[in-house]
C-alpha cells in the first residue's frame, strides 16, 4: 500500500491552532477580523467601543447618540515562513509534522507580529521610570499605574508587557513570590506574575529599546510653538548641530510629555521643526526641553490602546495546492507548490495583517 500524504487543509488547522498558542500581544489588544478576503495595501475600517459623556440629571434625561467610531488600518504586513519539505515528511501523522515542522514556522510568525505589535510603542508619549534602569521594584508599576490613572484609563483590561530583563527583576519580589502575600505561589512554581495592581502581567521577548535621534542628546534646547499646534521649534544654542530626531523620541516640555512622530530633517544651526503627539496643551517661548535617552520600552496599557487586523488572504491561481484556515477571529493561509527547476516542495506559511494605535492615551510607556 501506498503512502498518504498530508493534506494542506491539515497542516492549516493544525498550524492555526499552533499560532493561536505563541501569540502574547495579539491577544492582548482590540482585534477585528471578518471573513472577507482581502490583499496586501487594502485598507479596512475597524470599529471601536462608543464614548459617552455622564450628564447631571435635573428635569429630565439628555439622550446621546451611539457615536461608535471607525478607523482605517491598512492591511500593509505579510508574515511569511516557507519551508522546504521532503515527501518522507509530509508521510508523517499530523502531530509529528506538528513537532517537527508547523510548530517552529508557527513559533516565528508568533515572534513576528508579536514584534510588529511591540513596535507601536512608538506611538505613545506618556512614560514613568528612568531611561537605563529596568525596573525592579513595586513602585515602578505603581508609577506607571498612576499614569494611566491620570489618563483616566478604565481599571478593567489593563495589561502590562515587560521584556525579560525587568521580569526577572520582579517576578522575586517577596511581595511577588510570597503567598501570604500575593495570595498564589505561582510565581515560585511557574514563573508567572498573573495580575499585579490591577495590571494582567506578561513577559514578551520581543519588547523594543528605543534609540534616540542624536539631537536628544543636546542639553540646551529650548521649545517654541503655539497651543494646539502638533509642530514644536527646537533650538540649541550650540549652533553647529546638525542632528535629528527619530519618531519615538520623548520629550518634556514644562512637565508636559510628548512624542515625536515623525522622523524630522537635520537640524540647521541647531534649529529643527519635529511634530509631535499630543498637540500642544499652552504656547510655549524658549521653554526648556528635557529629552529621554535610549530605553527599553516596556507597556502598560488598555486593550482598546492598539488593534490587530487580520484578513484571509486569497489563494494563489494555478500550480500550488492551497487552504485557508479561519478560526477564533485568525485567519492563516497554506501554500503546497513544487519547483520544477529544483525539484524540491516548499509548505508556505503566511498571514496578512495590520496595527493601529487608536488611543494612545489608553497606554504608557514603562522606561526600563
Partial sequence: MSNSFLTVQEIAREALVRLENNLVMRQLVHTDFSNEFAKKGDTVKVKIPATFEANDFEDEITTQDINEGEVPVTL??????????????????????????????????????????????VDIPYFYGTAGTTPNSLRDISGVRKVLNNNKVPNVNR?????????????????????????????????????????????????????????????????????????????????????????GDLLVINGQQYVVTENTAPAVSGTLTAKVYPNLKFSYSDAPVTFIG??????????????????????????????????????????????????QETISFDILYGLKTIHPELAARLLG
Wanted: proline share 2%; glycine share 8%.
Fill in 159 to 247: 495589561r502590562l508587557v515587560f521584556d525579560p530583563e525587568a521580569e526577572a527583576e520582579l517576578i522575586v519580589l517577596d511581595a511577588i513570590v510570597n503567598a501570604e502575600k500575593s495570595g498564589t505561589t505561582a510565581a515560585l512554581r511557574e514563573a508567572s506574575m498573573g495580575r499585579i495592581l490591577g495590571f494582567d502581567t506578561f513577559m514578551d521577548q520581543n519588547i523594543r529599546t528605543h534609540i534616540t535621534g542624536d539631537y536628544a542628546a543636546l542639553t540646551d534646547v529650548t521649545a517654541s510653538g503655539t497651543a494646539g499646534s502638533n509642530t514644536v521649534t527646537l533650538t540649541s544654542a550650540a549652533g553647529a548641530s546638525t542632528g535629528r530626531l527619530n519618531k
Fill in 76 to 121: 500593509d504586513k505579510i508574515a511569511d515562513v516557507s519551508v522546504a519539505v521532503t515527501s518522507k515528511e509530509l508521510t508523517l501523522s499530523i502531530d509529528d509534522f506538528g513537532f517537527q515542522v508547523v510548530e517552529g514556522a508557527m513559533q516565528a510568525l508568533a515572534q513576528k507580529i508579536d514584534h510588529s505589535l511591540t513596535g507601536l510603542y
Fill in 294 to 343: 535610549d530605553h527599553v520600552a516596556n507597556l502598560a496599557f488598555h486593550r482598546n490602546a492598539f488593534a490587530f487586523v487580520n484578513r484571509p488572504m486569497a489563494l494563489p491561481s494555478g500550480g500550488a495546492d492551497g487552504y485557508v484556515e479561519t478560526y477564533n477571529g485568525l485567519s492563516i493561509r497554506v501554500t503546497r507548490g513544487y519547483d520544477m527547476k529544483t525539484k
